[in-house]
């Protein structure tokens, strides 16, 4: 995934992967969520959201 940097990173990474979620790909979902977690720019929108699907995918945000 292309980024300009950790917080589009995370933007991107949230905005993939709950296109993925809603379209039924969970596991795919999962992975974008991690690549923003993985960010580590906790400040972004993207990182915290995709932090709070993993928790309620049950992945945690230890998925990194």
Request: aromatic letters at 10%; proline letters at 3%.
């Amino acid at each position: 995934m292309a980024a300009e940097g950790p917080i589009s990173e995370a933007t991107v990474g949230y905005t993939i992967g709950i296109w993925h979620l809603l379209n039924g790909r969970e596991a795919k979902a999962r992975e974008y969520f991690q690549r923003a977690v993985a960010s580590d720019y906790t400040p972004a929108w993207g990182y915290r959201a995709s932090e709070a699907e993993l928790k309620r995918l049950g992945a945690g945000s230890a998925a990194k």
